[in-house]
């Protein structure tokens, strides 16, 4: 099974992958990303929450 890094993660939608967005204030961190551009998919979740599981129990 091969995954690729558009499987694990999409760019935002908000801030079109800037992880900025325009607001009152000027351009703050985009909210849907936490300013990093991209958003897990479900996929990426899932690899991220079994990574983290593991790495916890010094499985890794
Ligand atoms: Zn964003």
Redo the contacts with the bound molecule.
Sequence with gaps: MQISMDDLEL???????????ESDEGRV???????????LTALGQTLLAFMQKHLNHGGL
């Excluded at 760019?11 to 967005?21: E, F, I, L, M, P």
């Design positions: 760019q935002c939608w908000d801030c079109k992958g800037t992880g900025k967005v961190p985009c909210d849907k990303c936490n300013g990093t551009g991209v958003v």
